[in-house]
């Protein structure tokens, strides 16, 4: 079998994209209103086009939910699981480290925002889906889109969203 990193270089989408941790808290968190259904939607769409979640985007989502208390343990880890399960995963390679470490001395980014823009870089992703940095900034050659417009998804995310 060719390493996840062959496979997200030779194999890419120009739509390849990957969702940050609050997409995913916001599909489990009843009481985000309107970022509870987009985020679900987003989530039950992504499964059908070229997305990649990162370890760390799980793993946050993990400490998230169980810190504020919107899942208990078991389902966190049960959702964490299912997630592992039916997405191609990303993981950080010493390279993302590089990046990261480079941006977050630089001050243009926290360093596991960085980390997760360089991770997804690797993955060959070109757009990550969150709310957290700045709508249409580019790093590492990676879109930031922010999938919330007012009561419906953004028309970039709507776009990285539909299927062929």
């Not at 309107?34 to 989530?43: D, F, P, Q």
């Not at 499964?47 to 343990?73: G, H």
């Not at 470490?101 to 870089?121: E, K, M, N």
Request: with cysteine; aromatic share 6%; net charge negative.
């Amino acid at each position: 079998m060719a390493p996840v990193h062959w496979i997200a270089t030779h194999c890419m989408s120009d739509r390849r994209f990957t969702l940050d941790t609050n997409v995913l808290v916001y599909a489990v968190d009843r009481e985000a209103g309107e970022r509870h259904i987009l985020s679900a939607r987003i989530i039950a769409t992504a499964l059908q086009t070229d997305c990649w979640l990162t370890l760390q985007s799980i793993s946050e989502f993990y400490a998230a939910v169980t810190r504020k208390r919107l899942s208990s343990a078991d389902e966190a880890r049960d959702q964490a699981l299912d997630w592992l399960a039916m997405f191609p995963v990303a993981t950080a390679t010493a390279s993302a480290v590089h990046g990261a470490l480079a941006v977050a001395a630089s001050g243009r980014a926290s360093y596991w925002d960085a980390l997760l823009i360089h991770t997804a870089a690797d993955a060959g992703c070109t757009a990550i889906l969150t709310e957290d940095l700045a709508d249409g900034t580019v790093m590492a050659d990676v879109r930031i889109v922010n999938p919330f417009g007012s009561g419906a998804l953004s028309a970039a995310a709507e776009e990285l969203l539909s299927v062929d």
